[in-house]
């Protein structure tokens, strides 16, 4: 990645893409170099900093490119230039060109300036150009990409409809993005303050939520359906049965959801009490460890870091290479070779890199929960454990984090590229090439989900042992196999637990988008607006409480290391909570009630070497 930029900038793009050149090859604002068999190249730009094209509405839609024929000037235009004796001025009084080089000011009213010069009228220039370009201020060109645009969809009045729908509840959608944004962050304080009553609230609430949306929502229906369609007026009509269906189909979907929902409560019900203990102990780690809380917004802050890197890194690319004519006889900028392959390295560079980052925050997290588990005297923590965590992993788990991270690339490439395959043949190919495809790219979705939990597992592993990513992924999933009975019920309970929080959230947000949308004053489509209000809930959501799974999870692995190695016998104490304690007993005796696991959890375990006479726990 670094060499891919290097040599983009080394090779003159980043002064192309910062200055802009012309349709020439020359760089605008310095003296260039002449380029073989190109005319007009070479010239002294110095005193002309500014792109200015001839006729920027010159638009090629399908590839999103400018076709006019660009130039050095000195100058921008300030004001709207309608006659060639306007342009003819403003090069006199400006000192700027605006037309062909070989054209001299005083021909621009001649009969052969009508090709050379820019298409009347010029339209104003903005006060600051963007990246030394003269950016026109209002342009009707632009109007072409949103015609571009509609045109590409076959239903232009259901396109209509959906974004007058959006922009008519622009203020409700803001309103329900926030109201979404506090719900989560109140949920992330009951987490931590109330933890003991917070798997009833929110089974009580979901239960209540589901049943009351979807009643509402049937109700919604039922009330359309009998209103007089003689009222609305014909303009009217169409959009009132858009509304009518789109309440018909969220009112299944959410029947099917609650039914489903009802199902997995029935036969979770008996384990509902022992995942209080577990929350209990987990709303522990954040009151010890309170900046686990803000974990996302630094991950998400250098995620954004790094886009903007690689955003720059591939526009210095589009515009390295060596100089080529296109069709127009215009001067473009191609890479030759081998290395015009390197924007693929780039993608998957995009791919890697964001993994990788992403990686180091399960590691850091997992890092400062281990040192949380495995401080006897939690008055013994250090200062500040997230940071202790984020120096053990600089100094020595880049590796780890980095392997981990490309193992999910491996699998993730090829699942993008058969679903890009997927979308080009649609409709092309038969059924069973289109079955393969679909059966290819779930069982690479699948991998790749159990691979991210081994990893996090690994990880986990990583702080406690100090191992390699192999050694500490081969540990993390033999411990897991030997104990997938306590240890995939107790996840299991613990992540739907999270799950119901994150689906309180969206049943939240999405009552209070039914019951805003619908009674709101413009008669529009509702549909897409609730559609990005509960997808943006669900984001917020997922992004709040995804670190408390994450704790949960290193938790669970922290509990099973620790009754693996120790039996609570003088010397060999338990590093666990007491109320984890409680919970695991409890677990046992459920299990072997129901005649689940006995013989498993009587079973020998050997100890996973997790330290020597030499080493401590964090």
């Not at 990409?145 to 209509?160: G, K, Q, R």
């Not at 996302?296 to 802050?301: D, M, R």
């Not at 192999?470 to 107790?490: G, H, P, Q, W, Y």
């Amino acid at each position: 990645m670094g060499f891919i930029c290097g040599f983009s900038v080394a090779t003159g793009a980043a002064a192309r893409l910062v200055s802009g050149y012309d349709s020439y090859g020359n760089i605008c604002g310095q003296k260039n170099a002449e380029l073989e068999s190109i005319p007009n190249s070479g010239m002294d730009h110095t005193h002309r900093k500014y792109v200015f094209f001839l006729d920027p509405c010159n638009l090629d839609l399908i590839n999103r490119k400018i076709k006019s024929e660009a130039l050095c000037v000195a100058a921008c235009p300030r004001q709207e230039l309608k006659t060639l004796n306007d342009v003819q001025k403003f090069a006199e009084m400006n000192g700027s060109a605006l037309c062909h080089y070989k054209l001299k000011p005083s021909e621009y009213t001649s009969s052969k300036a009508s090709s050379l010069c820019p298409k009347l009228p010029v339209p104003a220039s903005a006060p600051i150009p963007f990246f030394h370009r003269c950016a026109p201020v209002n342009i009707s060109c632009y109007a072409k990409f949103a015609e571009a645009l509609i045109t590409f969809v076959s239903d232009n009045s259901v396109l209509h409809r959906l974004i007058s729908g959006v922009m008519a509840s622009k203020e409700i959608i803001l309103g329900l993005c926030l109201l979404s944004l506090v719900l989560s962050m109140i949920l992330m304080v009951i987490i931590r303050y109330i933890s003991r009553v917070l798997v009833w609230i929110v089974t009580i609430l979901v239960i209540l939520g589901s049943l009351g949306g979807t009643g509402v929502l049937w109700w919604l229906y039922a009330k359309q359906r009998k209103s007089p369609k003689e009222t609305i007026i014909p303009e009217q009509l169409q959009i009132a049965e858009d509304n009518l269906r789109a309440l018909l189909i969220y009112a299944i979907s959410a029947t099917v959801f609650t039914v489903i929902l009802f199902l997995i409560m029935l036969f979770m019900r008996k384990r509902i009490a022992l995942t209080i203990a577990l929350f209990h102990v987990a709303g522990k780690v954040f009151i010890h460890l309170p900046l686990l809380v803000f974990q996302p917004f630094w991950t998400f802050f250098a995620l954004v870091l790094f886009w903007a890197y690689w955003i720059m890194t591939l526009l210095f690319l589009g515009t390295t290479g060596s100089a080529v004519k296109n069709d127009q006889g215009f001067v473009e900028f191609r890479v030759s070779g081998p290395l015009q392959y390197m924007w693929w390295y780039h993608v998957v560079g995009l791919i890697w890199i964001s993994e990788f980052i992403l990686a180091c925050q399960q590691m850091t997290v997992a890092g400062a929960v281990v040192t949380y588990y495995f401080t006897r005297d939690k008055r013994n923590l250090p200062f500040t454990p997230i940071l202790a965590s984020v120096n053990r992993l600089v100094r020595y788990h880049l590796g780890t984090v980095a392997k981990g991270s490309f193992i999910i690339t491996l699998v993730k490439i090829p699942r993008m590229i058969l679903m890009y395959i997927h979308s080009q043949l649609k409709g092309k190919e038969n059924a069973c090439a289109r079955c393969m495809l679909k059966s290819c790219i779930c069982c690479l979705w699948c991998l790749e989900k159990c691979l991210n939990y081994l990893n996090q597992n690994a990880y986990t592993a990583t702080a406690i042992n100090s191992t390699n990513f192999c050694t500490s992924a081969k540990d993390a999933f033999v411990i897991l196999v030997e104990n997938a009975l306590r240890v995939a019920a107790i996840n299991t309970v613990g992540d739907f637990m999270l799950f119901l929080g994150k689906v309180l959230i969206v049943c939240s947000t999405g009552l209070a988008g039914i019951m805003l949308l619908n009674y709101q004053q413009d008669y529009t489509v509702w549909v897409l607006p609730l559609i990005i209000v509960c997808l943006f809930a669900f984001l917020v959501a997922h992004c709040f409480l995804s670190i408390y799974e994450m704790v949960v999870d290193v938790l669970f692995l922290c509990f099973a290391i620790d009754t693996k190695y120790n039996d609570g016998s003088p010397g060999r104490e338990f590093y666990m909570d007491k109320v984890l304690m409680e919970f695991v007993e409890n677990s046992r005796k459920a299990m072997k009630e129901a005649g689940k696991g006995g013989a498993a959890d009587a079973r020998e375990l050997k100890p996973m070497n997790i330290c020597n006479k030499n080493q401590k726990f964090y």
